[in-house]
């Protein structure tokens, strides 16, 4: 029923900057917390930001002051904006969201992926 629809990701040389989207569709009662990961080939998957309903961030280091998670409550979706590339940014990125259907059901959902290559 509720989908996370990803968009964004590309090519990119170092320095440059993408932004990220995740829309979230179907029946939403609320969605207290949204976060954005990553998987680099052969590195395990990490956590690169998150945010809550209201409003606090959280930022992995390596991306802390170039990275910034954002929402639109009233479209459900969501954003990373990210700044100052590097190649050790190149993963495919994933959106994570708590989405609550009711207000008393809740379950994860995740985004298909999308590739951000960063190289020049």
């Known amino acids: 029923q509720v989908q996370l629809v990803e968009s964004g990701g590309g090519l990119v040389q170092p320095g440059g900057s993408l932004r990220l989207s995740c829309a979230a569709s179907?029946?939403?009662?609320?969605?207290?917390?949204m976060g954005w990961y990553r998987q680099a080939p052969g590195k395990p998957r990490e956590l690169v930001a998150t945010i809550t309903s209201g409003g606090a961030t959280n930022y992995q280091d390596s991306v802390k002051g170039r990275f910034t998670i954002s929402k639109d409550n009233a479209r459900n979706t969501w954003y990373l904006q990210m700044n100052s590339l590097k190649p050790e940014d190149t993963a495919v990125y994933l959106c994570?969201?708590?989405?609550?259907?009711?207000?008393?059901?809740?379950?994860?959902?995740w985004g298909q992926g999308t590739q951000v290559t960063v190289s020049s």
């Open positions: 179907g029946s939403i009662f609320s969605i207290p917390a």
């Open positions: 994570n969201a708590q989405i609550k259907r009711t207000p008393l059901r809740s379950a994860d959902y």
